[in-house]
């Protein structure tokens, strides 16, 4: 399952958010740093209208949706490298994700405390980072000696690992993240044991008032900007409107986003982000007991897919009967669709496109 963590300044709207999106975590959003003791931790269904389309045209008796988990982890202060405030004991929480959330406080409010003392999300994203980045170190440091060890006796292997901690390292010296580094993935394979947090693919919470959901602010654009530079995805969000959301209907919420001027919620832009930063897509598999969505890595083939389901699928793949959601829909049934001849065998070469509709045939 893919996961998330959500990190940022104490009072920036993380634990808001975070049980906005998850509707029943228990994370307490209160007017005080360190109010999340514990990462929450929740599961959120992927929102894909296409699930129950394709229910209703293979009379499924269930929808099971591809999941996301949110980690909700304490905020984290200048110092939290070196213990300050709650420290690595989160720092080590993010290291488990796929993906970091990083929410940023776009909003003035005189009512809820900043840390700093005053909104500037450049400072606060440089916060967060930096002490992401001297965690990195650390890490970095402690391998180095033996690293250069094994390089002198090794083989490439251990050289590549060398090279590229060296190769990181400089970039984290000059104050930038790991990211920025440019690694192959030969060189981020190398070093992945290590799961260094600035290497992560990392999302920007833009995190404004309701009234600003729609085109921004001058501190969005502060956030964009600075994204840009490290090559991360910006979402602006309303963690309150997401708070909202949770008590309105189906229709009541669509109309509600559209008098904000936007078309969806920050769940649907979050994950729409994850999945296009990591390279996510998804696949369908349908049949009377179930209607499901499968996430898998972009460029895919078809026997890889078959081993999301089950590892025994890659090993007996023999082919897949495929066809385009899309392709499906226009026909109205798998029966129709095969009558029409839309429905095509694809082989071990077959590299799965979103938003196919599969069946896989194996010798298990």
Not at 157 to 173: N, Y
Request: proline share 2%.
């Amino acid at each position: 399952m893919l996961r998330a963590g959500i990190v940022g300044l104490p009072n920036v709207g993380k634990s808001t958010l975070f049980n906005a999106l998850v509707a029943n975590a228990k994370a307490e959003a209160a007017n005080f740093p360190f109010c999340t003791i514990e990462p929450n931790v929740g599961s959120v269904a992927v929102p894909d209208e296409r699930l129950e389309v394709l229910a209703k045209l293979g009379n499924s008796l269930q929808i099971v949706p591809a999941r996301v988990e949110f980690v909700d982890i304490a905020g984290l202060v200048k110092g939290a490298s070196k213990g300050e405030g709650l420290g690595n004991q989160f720092l080590g929480n993010i290291r488990t994700c796929d993906a970091i959330v990083h929410v940023v406080r776009c909003f003035d409010n005189d009512d809820i405390i900043h840390v700093e003392s005053s909104v500037d999300p450049g400072r606060d994203m440089e916060i967060i980072n930096l002490e992401l980045a001297l965690s990195d170190l650390a890490q970095i440091d402690k391998r180095l000696d033996r690293s250069r060890k094994a390089a002198r006796t090794g083989g490439a292997e251990a050289k590549l690992e060398l090279e590229t901690l060296e190769k990181v390292r400089a970039v984290l010296d000059e104050g930038k993240t790991a990211r920025q580094a440019h690694l192959s993935d030969e060189e981020k394979k190398a070093i992945s044991f290590l799961q260094l947090l600035t290497i992560k693919p990392t999302i920007y919470a833009a995190n404004v008032n309701e009234a600003d959901l729609a085109s921004g602010n001058a501190y969005v654009d502060r956030v964009r900007s600075l994204a840009q530079q490290e090559g991360a995805e910006v979402v602006v969000v309303s963690a309150q409107v997401e708070a909202e959301l949770i008590e309105l209907s189906p229709e009541d919420r669509a109309d509600f986003l559209a008098s904000l001027g936007v078309k969806e919620g920050g769940l649907k832009s979050l994950i729409r982000a994850t999945y296009r930063l990591l390279g996510l897509q998804t696949y369908f598999t349908v049949g009377e007991k179930e209607a499901r969505a499968w996430t898998i890595d972009r460029g895919m083939k078809a026997p890889q897919a078959a081993g999301v389901i089950h590892s025994d699928f890659e090993r007996g793949f023999i082919r897949a009967e495929t066809i385009g959601y899309e392709d499906l829909v226009k026909a109205g049934s798998m029966k129709a669709a095969k009558e029409k001849g839309l429905v095509r065998s694809e082989g071990k070469d077959y590299v799965v496109q979103e938003g196919d509709v599969m069946l896989f045939l194996t010798n298990v």
